[in-house]
């Protein structure tokens, strides 16, 4: 069919051109209509980023320097030379019984590995084999290591009164035990004086062993301050 036919018209003529291409290449113009996946990907990256500032018209960034910063206070335990010191300074706190005697001490030496163990009469068999096997949480610990025997001895009585004064009835103790075992000594002569003292033993392996004690006191309730 000629191109100067006349029996078709210029747009019935383009038609069947275009009709003559789709049937020669069918898939040409699929392809050509297709984006690439990277232009499309592309594309709706650049589509989602303009939603997201549209979305952010009229947010303000926060100050910073107006937020408070919070720290948390970190507690250290009582230190025996410390507590000395202090009681020094200002007297020493007010406990039942300020006055131990070394007697029992100086009678009775203690091997630097030996275990600890006392209780009195009264005592449940199973409150003490609680506080043995380390199960009684302890309110609070001193470390009497590089303590002379007064220093320990100031910081034993403040240790107990302190957990008298917070309603606590155990305690720890770490007196070391080096060759002499000297403040283990005095501590094991001490606590078995002091009339808040129901029970002592040296503490589990992984709580310190021989070089420390767990010491259970009387529930303040019990004494005469808290009645007061």
Not at 85 to 94: D, F, H, L
Not at 165 to 185: C, R, S
Not at 215 to 222: A, F, P, T
Request: hydrophobic share 35%; net charge positive.
């Amino acid at each position: 069919m000629s191109k100067h036919d006349s029996s078709l018209s210029k747009d019935q003529y383009n038609l069947l051109k275009s009709f003559k291409k789709q049937i020669t290449n069918p898939h040409s113009t699929a392809i050509a209509k297709q984006p690439e996946p990277k232009a499309q990907a592309e594309q709706e990256q650049e589509d989602d980023f303009d939603l997201f500032q549209k979305s952010m018209q009229g947010v303000k960034k926060i100050d910073s320097s107006n937020i408070a910063k919070i720290e948390k206070s970190k507690q250290k335990k009582p230190d025996a030379k410390t507590l000395a010191k202090r009681a020094a300074a200002t007297g020493p706190m007010q406990t039942d019984q300020a006055e131990l005697s070394d007697t029992q001490a100086m009678l009775n030496p203690v091997a630097s590995q030996a275990a600890l163990s006392y209780r009195i009469a009264t005592l449940q068999h199973k409150v003490f084999e609680d506080l043995k096997a380390g199960n009684l949480r302890w309110f609070e610990a001193v470390d009497l290591h590089g303590c002379t025997v007064e220093e320990a001895r100031v910081a034993v009585l403040q240790i107990i009164q302190m957990a008298k004064d917070e309603n606590q009835n155990v305690i720890k103790i770490v007196h070391g035990k080096g060759p002499e075992a000297i403040l283990k000594t005095y501590v094991n002569g001490w606590l078995r004086q002091h009339r808040d003292v129901l029970a002592f033993v040296s503490a589990p392996e992984k709580q310190g062993g021989t070089g420390a004690v767990l010491v259970l006191l009387k529930r303040s309730e019990k004494n005469p301050k808290f009645k007061q």
